[in-house]
């Protein structure tokens, strides 16, 4: 009831975000093997937090020994030693598809940033 009121009092109350100078910026950049390490790692991150829905301390986790690809998929394991259950450390998984555009295929940005500085 009460948030049905207060939606009223907003003209839209879902915001919309414009990401589109962000997807003209990485189609000015496409060129993953080109970037410097500091411009890949920006670009790495932000697709996998926009594609799997990280946050950084998530993409900071990633357990890279852990992750795999397989048929165009990227399977991250994330680790988090501070999580426990029952005495264990949790241990998520993230998967990301292929995006058909290669300036925005967080897998493509990812095995390149791996193949360069892990």
Do not use: W
Not at 53 to 71: G, K, N, P, W, Y
Not at 77 to 104: D, N, W
Request: charged letters at 25%.
């Amino acid at each position: 009831m009460y948030k049905s009121a207060i939606c009223q009092l907003a003209p839209n109350p879902i915001p919309s975000t414009d990401i589109s100078p962000i997807i003209e910026y990485f189609r000015e950049i496409s060129g993953n093997e080109q970037l410097k390490i500091k411009g890949l790692t920006s670009k790495t991150c932000c697709l996998l937090a926009v594609c799997g829905f990280m946050r950084a301390s998530e993409i900071h986790q990633i357990d890279d020994a852990q992750t795999t690809t397989i048929d165009g998929k990227l399977k991250l394991v994330i680790v988090a030693p501070k999580e426990k259950r029952k005495g264990r450390p949790i241990i998520r998984t993230c998967e990301t598809s292929c995006h058909s555009e290669k300036f925005l295929c967080p897998v493509e940005s990812y095995r390149v940033y791996r193949s360069r500085v892990a």
